[in-house]
């Protein structure tokens, strides 16, 4: 599945969501500010991913691929991520704009810089470990 | 049509008693359990239910879980959060280690468990929840701390939860048993038993099939109207 079919089905998983118009939908569309979302709606997002794509996405692996590659640098103190995990959030989300994402960053914050594109992408990863897997 | 119920914690007293009132009712009902798998094999021989083994303290085994319900059912209906337990031990002799398990086995399960549940509900856009308090969480009784705590919790995690997910049509309530003839109260020591006696009006324990019919009226199209309450089975005390 090519990255454009990917974002048609993301799109219209989104749009069931929160009930937008699917043609206001863009990759670069804001899920939280734009959008609606809230974290509910992405409990409801994600598991519909799931279903439409037949993988699992785990709304903490996204953490845990941090933290094994930090090592045994902190990821985050009292809820705020530490410079290098900041490296490694701005490394991991190209879609969001550097300035969206500065150090200081608290674990609250984040989700307020998805963007539908962070959801295709997610996918995008998850159905290429998922061929990996079946060779 | 048959709903699609799911008892944590199945194979106890409480468990099997509400495992038993919905299969009575012909619902289709799946159940975990812990380590007594004797009894769950039991209970699944005696009700057809399905048993389901997990430790619900751990995420993994909470998926493989959730994932195991969702192949064998296409909806959840029902979800009862009625695992449990407690050690009978005084403020003074908790350890940090007991205060954990007993935190991690009546909250974190719950919390566990309703996430990888609710999601299922929430794509459906309806559901009910269940969670099992206990009045050592609701008066002042000689219980141990830890146990009174955690089940004081459970009507936070009720209230909170319900207002999250009331728009999508899901009920969430929690059911407060007082001191039963069977599971967790039959640890109560004696006196203690005798104290609550004199107070409570039944002059009684209460039986599981009292709390498992409050658990079963809670779960049913007549408790529509019925959201982030807290529904008192003691005998009144």
Redesign the interface.
């Known amino acids: 599945m090519n990255r454009q079919e990917i974002f048609t089905n993301v799109r219209s998983c989104v749009a069931e969501t929160v009930h937008v118009a699917i043609d206001n939908i863009r990759e670069d569309s804001k899920l939280v500010d734009e959008l609606g979302i809230d974290?509910?709606d992405l409990?409801?997002l994600?598991?519909?991913l799931e279903?439409r794509f037949n993988i699992q996405l785990?709304p903490g692996e996204f953490a845990n691929r941090a933290k094994e590659k930090l090592g045994d640098t902190p990821f985050e103190i009292k809820d705020v991520y530490t410079p290098k995990a900041m490296e490694y959030i701005r490394s991991a989300m190209p879609e969001v704009p550097l300035a969206e994402l500065p150090d200081g960053l608290t674990r609250q914050e984040l989700p307020r810089r998805f963007r539908v594109a962070t959801m295709v992408n997610l996918v995008e990863k998850a159905l290429g470990a998922l061929e990996k897997k079946n060779g | 049509m048959a709903k699609t119920v799911l008892v944590t914690g199945g194979s106890g007293a409480l468990g099997k008693a509400l495992v038993t009132r919905f299969r009575d009712a012909g619902e289709r009902v799946f159940f975990t359990y812990h380590k007594n798998e004797k009894n769950a094999k039991e209970i699944t021989e005696k009700t057809g239910a399905t048993a389901i083994q997990a430790d619900l303290t751990r995420a993994e085994d909470v998926?493989r879980m959730a994932s195991s319900l969702q192949a064998q059912s296409e909806s959840i209906d029902v979800l009862i959060n009625n695992a449990g337990l407690t050690q009978v031990m005084p403020f003074a002799l908790i350890e940090e280690e007991d205060w954990d398990f007993v935190i991690n086995t009546n909250l974190k399960s719950m919390f566990l468990t309703t996430?990888a549940i609710?999601?299922?509900m929430?794509?459906a856009r309806r559901g009910v929840i269940i969670n099992i308090g206990s009045i050592a969480g609701r008066r002042l009784l000689e219980v141990p701390v830890h146990y009174a705590t955690a089940k004081a919790a459970v009507c936070g995690f009720t209230l909170a939860l319900a207002k999250?997910?009331a728009r999508?049509n899901i009920r969430v309530n929690t059911v407060i048993p007082g001191m039963l003839a069977d599971g967790v109260s039959s640890m109560v020591p004696e006196k203690q038993k005798q104290e609550y006696l004199k107070y409570c009006a039944a002059g009684r324990p209460g039986e599981m099939s009292e709390v498992a019919a409050a658990v079963f009226f809670l779960a049913s199209d007549a408790a529509s109207y019925i959201n982030a309450q807290e529904i008192c089975v003691d005998g009144g005390i």
């Open positions: 974290s509910i409990l409801d994600t598991f519909q279903q785990s | 998926a996430k609710a999601r299922r929430i794509a999250e997910l999508y």
